[in-house]
């Protein structure tokens, strides 16, 4: 105990004095707080504003805020942002009546308020938690919320930083809240604990946990584990226990129990399944016994019984009334059985918007039960024996409710010692000391008492094992996290720290007195650690020795006893001590600062210094620490750190030469003998007693600072001293300081750390290998070669000597041995088996590895030396070629150390000590930059790693940059310096959290100056990426005049003379409707073009253009209008019209935008006539996706409103949001809508027809290609669904038909004959007979009553009417056995071949048979005019190429063959748009387009008879349909020929292109321009299944005509487009460019696997046809995604607007600006072949790279001035600059530089150190081994080449080498004298010695003595000796003259 009184007298200053008031105080009295609302109220505003009522205010405030100044209070703690961690920051939060403040402050920015909130009620509690989110996804970590709770008396609020609020209202009265690494535990208020409890009854739970705040609150269980019994579960119940402390890590918690008078401490964890089981189990059983923690806690009969008593009547109900507003009033209503699953619901609304987490049923029915209600008849109800509380027969049984989590004890205070009352802790908390030992720390005050438990983590199962007990005498105490510490306020008032249960010192606050006396404090008393465990196990063991010691006190604590009470009787009467304010209690520590109250009540924040602040000083100790053992490293901590912090003490740059002193010193050496630690130039005393009263040095300057200066640089030759100490100016003389030893030089053998002192050397030896691979630490380094060749003399290490000379030759001048420590003190010293072994030079190692020697396992400090193992590693993965380096064989390379081997203990086996990355199984240099990214290595890093060994590393990186993945991850990317992948990696970590709007962000749409053309909604496209796809022309533009409706139209009629007026205004206003039509049709063709390309601004309203029918009739610009009553104007025209129109508009949303409920509903428009728009912007928003974000409220609004168009716009969007999802709820909602759908008796509902046809479909979308049987039963019956009687189901027919065969076909997508369980309902006969006509079948199912009587008006008799079902049952065929290639069913859709058959069939159903048939033969489609043609049967075909010669025969109707041959081909080309969407096809866009153009001649040309036979409308309709196809095919790209026919079709505007054809037309325009060109049509199932919908062939006559098809299907396309746009955009400048790809498809049955280029921005292939796609070179850094591992990747960059990054190389522009690629700086030029560095001019540096310290590097280095010698190295630095930058690896610009630097310091023999030769040897023998072989064979061939210039290393090794044989035939003697082990003098030569050996890899002279080198006589001995060395032949051919000279004639030699 000895250092515990030494360190009595010592006293340590704290920093920093602030008088501290919490900020929330400040700004509470400016804030608007509640009641300061509440008095405006109430006052009227007339007073408010005359002076006097403001004075009144104003002074009931003053009073409000003195009240509630008593209630304020406030607590810190650290901030932890998780993103940034530069920053520490202090957050308080600080609570005042009804406000809760939350602030921030650091040290350099003012405290400001982060969030304030203002409650209803008073706040009992605010307090931070933090709760998870449990993640979906299996792989997925668990979010983490953090949030602040503030508790009110009837509910808790939360509120979450990333915005959501929570209200959980409280079931009970809540006396305090813990927050939990699991969530909140609420401590449940004991009320009336006196209450008579009958013995039916038992105690409620007291505990309580809640999870998330929408989850339930649930009690706490608790696992006893008692001595004789099993171990059993129950609720904590017992009143006495009171939580004093909660921690989330380690998760515990920490209780008091009253009665008792002891504390425990408890585990928190979650509930296991097994347990959650056992709780329901319960209630069969009886009752528990009696266990020790009190009362049984079963929640029992009584709980499960509680229905009856919350009866209306019972007076506990309006207990529970009270509590909480609203209670179910029926219980065994809502009692869980018949509840839907609460939790599922609240795992639901947590994806949703934050809500109010309403209760459960559970909430006051459960907990309320407590029997204190006021009236007496509640006790007699429960009291009352003939009560059947207990007769479980007569009341319904409830479940228990079911727990989170679960606690088991851990520790108990022993009670036998501890029986006075009231002994509870006010203060726990827990803290570790300076050697990581955790404490858990309890103030109790009563007895003025810390007491600290000591507690561990157990290996096996990660429980904490709790052992001794101390106590220190506190009246106050407050851990300091960041230097492990604790301050303890002592009885008389003095400050004391404490590091764990070890006293370091006082703490001396400046300004405040300390008490004037001091008492011999007790030294801190150690129990034995079995006194003091009990845990239930043990209960029985009697304490006798604790017994004894209470019994008999011992004298001190008597004497103690009584001295305290005069002390504090003094410090009462004392009128000096009253006036000086002394401290009272501590608070609010963060980190290292905390709060002082003082007792005149004014607070002082304090900073207690750190353990060290120089980097150096903080590893040596930890080095220390980790080696000694912990009682010894404690007294050493506490040692220096009572020396380091002594008041006025040292300053910063003398902290080093303070820790060396005092290092020395423990080690038992006289620092005042030794002549080096004399020159420390600060005489630190040996007693530490002595230090405070030196005062600081004089802060104005001395000669001390410039003699700092001096030495700082190391180009200064002459130091004498070692260390980075103070030369004095004049040249001290070679230290030979070491002959003044005399006598007393030996070293004090009671030395504290004397036995340690090899270890001490050793570990301190390899922070110094590690500090070598550190450029940062190097001046670390060399301050710490002094004390380690100080020790390594004394230890008599020769070789490590050797080592530090070799490193600093002209730092250790002398070699005389002068050993201070004699034998028998040797002999005291415990010698580690590690020293033995060979001297850890990780520079040797390294170079051994490039060499190819065997290499030895390099020791290294866990934890300390973590960039040796790193370096170490990465050469035995990379250079060794080791694959399994860094996973399995990490022991093969590194030995660790541990503390406390001894001699002769062997190695342990190295466990897995890395992390085994899941690299690919690819390169070596892809393994290394992965694994070296998952140890957290990054570019910044590798700055800081010397050249030469970061080389290897660089060379890696180079290859890795060449040829990267697609897949790495962005830490990986950056680290090889490709920006464009990290940007995309970081995109695409991105797209998992929050959507990013790709290209908005970097291109900004210019704003348009005039006014219309922001109205015609089409302003939101990319004009860069449009521009850069149609660069040539304006068809952009030309688009957008087509497709805008919102401007008036030109009404052309020429005014003729013999027309009057007034005529001649109704021709105008015809001519207007005639437009109009067109008008009307444009919106849908402007939604294809828009689609997704907007991102909604969340505070503004979706801008919707209007749909303009006005016109404008030239000359003189005047209006005409449709509604002037001159013409009629059918009624509703419009409605359709503007639907459309709000589709549009809602489809420009982005997919990926965030769209919220409430933003959708806040677009309702105010006026009703834009109700059709609303609707067509809902269902565009089920397009898109968005729809499933309305609340279900807001969809049941809509629906009821009975808003026919709302109703269809909803039903489809929400069904085509959960496409194919089989969604229950959005069944049901379609249900209500599909009168077959609901049971025979159900009400009639009046569905509008048109709704009815809606809902269909959306059923069909909802169960998209899941083969529903039910479903599909209903749907085919509904295609036959005769008219009903009273008119029901007569009009419109023909589209409810459709309709079911269209949802038909979707149930069963796909699904051909495997239509499982379907086979009895005969689906494809019963199709047949729809489409071919024959007898109705009776209806089977429950529609049979509903079809019973037949219509009165439409006499169809009992067989089917075909011209109704045939097109849905062909389209539904089609569907079902879509690409089956089924040939059976495909034949039965063949065109009839006989003129009979033929007259039987309409025409435009051949088109749907043709089309049908063809779909279902998908492979066999071919794009040929041939296969089209195919389709047509032999007789029309004969007959129609007959048609002008023969006379036509009577039984042949020429009308009907050509109908058929036109409606037949049609059906073919769709065949083809279909089987070649979105590919661009050439030969299907060829043939398509011959057939358009051929339909176009026939409808021009009206000469020929051949036009007038099938009539203008067939004609029209099927090249409607062809030009659909042509523009499927070429969707998305926008092709020239198809624009000019949709062009020439716009302007047709005469009578007979209705509606119908200009819709047909601008879709295809739309398509063809899908999404502005970044959309693309996909021939998948469901897209199919899509556009059969949208492009059915039968378009509307006028714009409300719905009979055949309901208009609003045709949006359904969006469904199959898909965005396969690729745009390269330049990383630099975020700008999309041009870019070469090579994209490569697989190999199919067609064609084999064929590259093909493109130059992107380019439209893909569908991607399951892709093999891989390159970006090539050599303009742009080559990418290759590789599509056969998956498409994610690649589906992933699509989806974010296809922005693929790629990085310009330098020297090149971009295809843009050069694109030929004649203007690169690179371009061979004609006169300049190899003057090419000559004449790069610095100037020209810019067009290479952006690199703002390249540039300035040429600017200021590359300019030559007037004198001769500059102009060499000018010249050099150009070439260096240039290769460098050419090459792409600005980076190796340093190296190049350091070795040139290098090699001039050897040419001058100025070499101070070798650091530069050891980096500069490495390159060289990097580059000598060609490369790394064990690469694959083609990376081989580089080598280094890539890497350093080809011409420079031969230059500079030759020069280097030159020195080096100049230096050696000069003095080939000192060389020789050292190969003999001859001690050497100090001079210039040994420096150049030093570095000769070092640049030839030769050992020690020690080894080579041993080896008897001198004895050789021939070269080929030496050859062999030198080997087993491991010296390099080249350093041999120096050596062998020497040695064989000295071997033939050794005396004539000089010494």
Request: glycine content about 6%; some cysteine; proline content about 7%.
């Amino acid at each position: 105990m000895s250092n515990i009184y030494e360190e009595r007298a010592t006293m340590i200053a704290a920093g920093e004095l602030q008088s501290f008031v919490p900020f929330g105080r400040e700004h509470c009295k400016h804030h608007p707080n509640a009641v300061n609302l509440q008095l405006r109220q109430l006052q009227p505003a007339s007073e408010l504003w005359a002076s006097d009522g403001a004075a009144g205010l104003v002074g009931s405030l003053q009073e409000v805020s003195l009240q509630e100044r008593e209630k304020e209070y406030w607590h810190l703690r650290k901030g932890s942002t998780v993103a940034t961690e530069e920053v520490e920051y202090e957050e308080e939060l600080y609570v005042a009546g009804h406000m809760v403040i939350w602030s921030r402050g650091t040290k350099s920015q003012a405290s400001y308020v982060y969030k304030a909130f203002t409650v209803d009620s008073p706040v009992q509690q605010a307090l931070w938690c933090n709760f998870t989110v449990p993640q979906s996804q299996k792989d997925k970590k668990d979010k983490i919320e953090q949030s602040v709770c503030i508790v009110q008396s009837t509910c808790v609020n939360v509120h979450t930083v990333s915005g959501k609020d929570f209200i959980s209202p409280l079931p009970f009265q809540v006396s305090t809240l813990w927050p939990t690494k699991f969530g909140l535990l609420f401590e449940r208020k004991n009320i009336t604990p006196d209450a008579p409890i009958s013995p039916t009854r038992e105690p409620l739970p007291t505990l309580f946990s809640m999870l998330h705040p929408l989850d339930e609150i649930a009690p706490v269980v608790y696992k006893s584990t008692g001595l004789f019994e099993t171990a059993r579960l129950q609720y904590v119940s017992d009143s006495a226990l009171r939580v004093l402390f909660s921690c989330e890590e380690p998760s515990i918690i920490m209780t008091y129990d009253t009665l008792q008078c002891s504390h425990t401490v408890w585990s928190l964890r979650k509930v296991t399944p097994e347990e959650q089981s056992a709780v329901l189990k319960w209630p069969g059983q009886d009752g528990p016994a009696q266990t020790p923690m009190g009362a049984p806690s079963i929640l029992g009969a009584h709980l499960r019984n509680v229905t009856r008593l919350d009866s209306p009547g019972s007076p506990l109900h309006c207990h529970a009334l009270h509590n909480q507003s609203r209670v179910p009033s029926s219980p065994s209503l809502h009692s869980r059985a018949h509840s839907p699953n609460i939790s599922n619901m609240a795992a639901l609304s947590r994806a949703h918007s934050p809500g109010i987490a309403a209760p459960s049923f559970t909430g006051a029915q459960r907990f309320n039960v407590s029997c204190h209600s006021p009236s007496p008849r509640g006790h007699s109800l429960l009291a009352s024996p003939n009560s059947t509380l207990n007769d479980t027969a007569v009341l319904p049984e409830m479940e228990p409710i079911l727990p989170d989590l679960c606690i088991e004890q851990l520790w108990s205070e022993s009670a036998a010692t501890y029986r006075e009352k009231s002994c509870q802790a006010s203060k726990v908390f827990i803290t570790s000391d300076l050697c990581e030992s955790r404490y858990l720390c309890f103030l109790v005050e009563s007895v003025q008492q810390l007491r600290c438990v000591k507690f561990l983590e157990s290996n096996e199962t990660s429980q904490l094992i709790f052992t001794s007990v101390t106590s220190i005498p506190a009246k106050d105490a407050v851990p300091l996290e960041d230097i492990d510490a604790l301050l303890v306020l002592e009885n008389n008032g003095s400050l004391v720290l404490y590091t764990g249960i070890t006293r370091v010192s006082k703490v001396f606050v400046p300004g405040l007195l300390s008490p004037t006396f001091s008492l011999p404090n007790q030294p801190p008393h150690l129990n034995t650690p079995l006194e003091n465990v009990s845990t239930p196990a043990k209960a029985t063991v009697q304490h006798m020795s604790r017994l004894e010691e209470t019994d008999m006190p011992s004298p001190v604590s008597e004497v103690r006893s009584s001295v305290q009470h005069h002390e504090s009787s003094w410090l009462e009467d004392s009128p000096f001590q009253q006036a000086a304010p002394h401290i009272q209690a501590l608070r609010d520590p963060v980190s290292n600062r905390v709060t002082a109250e003082l007792s005149n009540g004014s607070m002082l924040r304090i900073t207690i210094p750190e353990v060290a602040t120089s980097e150096l000083v903080m590893r040596c100790l930890q080095a220390i620490r980790f080696i000694l053992p912990k009682d010894t490293a404690m007294k050493v901590l506490v040692k220096w750190y009572n020396i380091y912090n002594a008041p006025g003490g040292p300053s910063m740059h003398q902290e080093w030469n303070l820790f060396v002193t005092c290092l020395m010193t423990l080690m038992g050496y006289n620092t005042e003998r030794l002549a080096w630690t004399r020159n420390l130039h600060i005489e630190v005393p040996l007693s530490p007693v002595i230090a405070p009263k030196k005062a600081r040095p004089a802060d104005t300057g001395s000669d001390e600072d410039w003699a700092y200066l001096c030495t700082s640089d190391y180009h200064c030759q002459v130091l004498a001293h070692p260390t980075t100490g103070v030369l004095g100016l004049e040249e001290a003389a070679p230290a030979a300081a070491m002959e003044e030893g005399g006598p007393g030089a030996g070293l004090e053998t009671s030395a504290l750390l004397l036995p340690h002192i090899p270890a001490i050397f050793y570990v301190l030896h390899l922070l110094y290998e590690d500090l070598k691979l550190d450029e940062l630490q190097r001046r670390g380094a060399r301050s710490l070669v002094g004390l380690l060749q100080q020790l390594a003399r004394d230890l008599q290490l020769e070789e490590y000597i050797d080592l530090y000379w070799r490193d600093y030759p002209s730092f250790i001048k002398t070699f005389k041995e002068v050993c201070v420590i004699d034998q028998a003190q040797l002999e005291l010293m415990s010698w580690p088996a590690y020293l033995d072994d060979e001297v850890p030079c990780v520079f040797g190692w390294l170079s051994g590895c490039l060499r190819g020697l065997e290499v030895t396992r390099f020791p290294y400090l866990p934890g300390i030396c973590e960039r040796t193992k790193l370096l170490v590693l990465s050469y035995a993965l990379y250079v060794v070629g080791d694959e399994d380096a860094v996973s399995t064989n990490v022991s093969k390379y590194l030995s660790r150390i541990f503390a406390g081997q001894k001699k002769g203990f062997g190695e342990p086996v190295l466990r897995r000590s890395s992390v085994k990355p899941s690299a690919p199984s690819g390169c070596l240099a892809e393994k290394l930059v992965v694994w070296l990214t998952s140890a957290g290595f990054s570019l910044k890093d590798l700055e800081s790693v010397p050249f030469g060994v970061a080389l290897p590393i660089r060379d890696a990186i180079t290859r890795c940059r060449e040829q990267p993945c697609s897949d790495w991850s962005e830490e990986v990317c950056a680290l090889i310096g490709r920006e464009d992948l990290t940007k995309q990696a970081h995109k695409a970590s991105l797209a998992n959290g929050k959507p990013m709007v790709g290209l908005n962000i970097s291109l900004e749409p210019p704003a348009t100056t005039e006014a219309d053309e922001e109205e015609d909604g089409m302003a939101d496209l990319h004009p860069e990426v449009t521009g850069l796809i149609w660069s040539q022309d304006l068809r952009v533009q030309e688009v957008r005049r087509l497709l805008q409706s919102s401007r008036p139209v030109r009404v052309n009629v020429p005014h003729l003379p013999e027309v009057s007026d007034h005529e001649y205004i109704e021709e105008k206003e015809n001519k207007l409707l005639q437009l109009c039509q067109r008008t009307m049709a444009l919106p849908v063709g402007r939604g294809l073009f828009t689609l997704f390309s907007y991102h909604p601004v969340p505070t503004e309203p979706l801008p919707v253009p209007k749909l303009n029918l006005t016109g404008r009739a030239p000359p003189r610009n005047t209006m005409v209008d449709l509604n002037s009553g001159n013409i009629d104007v059918p009624p509703n025209m419009t409605s359709w019209a503007s639907f459309h129109n709000g589709v549009a508009a809602g489809l420009k949303i982005a997919p990926v935008s965030q769209v919220e409920s409430a933003w959708i509903a806040y677009n309702k428009p105010k006026s009703a006539e834009l109700a059709n728009e609303y609707a067509g912007f809902l269902m565009a928003l089920g397009l898109n996706g968005h729809l499933t974000k309305l609340a279900t409220l807001n969809i049941h609004d809509y629906l009821t409103k009975g808003h026919e168009m709302t109703s269809i716009g909803l039903l489809l969007g929400v069904s085509a949001a959960k496409l194919g999802t089989m969604d229950m709820s959005i069944t049901r909602l379609l249900s209500i809508h599909i009168p077959a759908l609901l049971p025979p008796t159900s009400t009639e509902l009046d569905v509008p027809h048109s709704v009815q046809v809606a809902a269909v479909v959306a059923l069909g979308l909802v169960y998209q290609g899941t083969g529903h049987r039910h479903n599909a039963e209903v749907l085919l019956a509904e295609i036959g669904r005769p008219p009903g009687p009273e008119m029901e189901y007569c009009t419109d027919r023909e589209s409810y038909s459709l309709a079911a065969g269209l949802a038909l076909g979707m149930v069963c997508l796909g699904h051909g004959s495997n239509l499982i369980g379907m086979t009895d309902l005969n689906v494809p006969e019963q199709l047949y007979q729809y489409m071919v006509g024959g007898h109705r079948r009776t209806h089977a199912g429950m529609n049979r009553e509903k079809h019973k009587s037949p219509s009165y008006q439409i006499k169809e008799g009992d067989t089917i009417n075909v011209d109704v079902t045939c097109p849905g049952a062909t389209l539904a065929l089609a569907m079902i056995y879509l690409k089956t290639n089924n040939r059976s069913i495909a034949d039965w859709l063949k065109a009839p071949d006989t003129m009979f058959l033929l007259d039987f069939i309409k025409p435009e159903f051949l088109l749907l048979r043709t089309l049908a048939r063809c779909i279902i033969m998908w492979d066999e489609i071919l794009p040929s005019q041939e296969w089209v043609t195919s389709s047509v049967p032999q007789i029309i075909k004969d007959n129609i190429v007959l048609q002008e010669e023969v006379l036509v025969t009577e039984d042949l109707n020429m009308e009907t063959l050509i109908q058929a041959h036109d409606y037949i081909i049609a059906g073919a080309c769709m065949a083809v748009g279909f089987r070649f969407a979105g590919s661009a096809n050439s030969d299907a866009f060829e043939c398509l387009y011959k057939f358009a153009r051929n339909f176009m001649q026939s409808l021009t040309t009206t000469t020929t008879s051949t036009a007038t036979v099938p009539g203008q409308y067939n004609l029209q309709t099927c090249l409607s349909m062809v030009l659909l196809a042509t523009s499927m095919v070429m969707a998305g790209s926008g092709d020239l020929k198809v624009l000019q026919l949709c062009r020439f079709l716009h302007k047709r505007t005469f009578s007979e292109m209705n509606y119908g054809f200009h819709m047909a037309h601008h879709m295809a325009l739309g398509l063809l321009f899908l999404g502005g060109g970044r959309y693309t049509l996909s021939t998948s199932n469901s897209a199919i299944a899509a556009l059969l919908c949208a492009l059915y062939p039968h378009f509307p006559a006028h714009s409300t005509d719905n009979r055949y098809h309901l208009q609003a299907l045709r949006h359904l396309c969006v469904l199959a487009a898909e965005p396969r746009l690729l745009v390269p955009v330049d990383v630099d400048t975020l700008k999309p460019c041009y870019a070469l790809l090579d994209v490569t498809y697989k190999e199919t049955q067609w064609y084999e696997e064929t590259t093909v280029e493109l130059m992107a921005p380019t439209m893909l292939s569908e991607l399951h046809l892709l093999k891989q796609i390159k970006v090539k070179g050599p303009r742009y850094w080559e990418l290759n995604i590789d599509l056969s591992k998956g498409t994610q990747h690649l589906q992933s960059i699509l989806s974010r607007d296809g922005i693929l990054y790629v990085k310009l190389r330098a020297g090149h522009l971009p295809y843009k600006d050069d694109p030929r690629g004649w203007k690169s700086l690179l371009a061979p030029g004609v006169n300049n072949r190899n003057t090419e560095v000559r004449s790069f001019k610095s100037e020209a540096i810019s067009t290479f790279t952006s690199d703002a310290a390249l540039v300035s590097f040429a600017a200021y280095f590359c300019k030559a001035s007037e004198n001769m010698k500059e102009q060499e190295t000018v010249a050099l630095f150009s070439a260096i600059l240039y290769e460098c930058v050419t090459q792409e690896n600005p980076e190796m610009l340093p190296t190049h530089i350091s070795i040139d630097q290098v090699v001039k310091a050897l040419e001058r023999a100025d070499v101070g150190e070798t650091f530069g030769l050891w980096q500069m040897k490495l390159v060289l023998e990097l580059c000598e081994r060609g490369g790394l072989q064990q690469g694959p064979p083609e990376a081989c061939q580089h080598g280094c080449g890539q890497l350093l210039s080809s011409d420079l290393l031969p230059v500079m090794k030759s020069s280097a080498d030159r020195a080096l044989d100049c230096w050696l035939r000069e003095t080939s003697h000192v060389l020789q004298a050292y190969m003999r082990g001859q001690p050497l003098k100090a001079d210039t030569s040994s420096t150049m010695l030093a570095c000769f050996l070092v640049y030839h890899s030769i050992p020690s002279s020690k080894r080579m003595v041993s080896i008897d080198l001198e004895g050789s006589s021939s070269f080929s001995s030496l050859l062999l000796k030198f080997s087993q060395l491991g010296i390099p032949v080249r350093a041999l051919i120096r050596l062998s003259p020497l040695l064989l000279r000295a071997g033939t004639s050794g005396s004539e030699l000089p010494p």
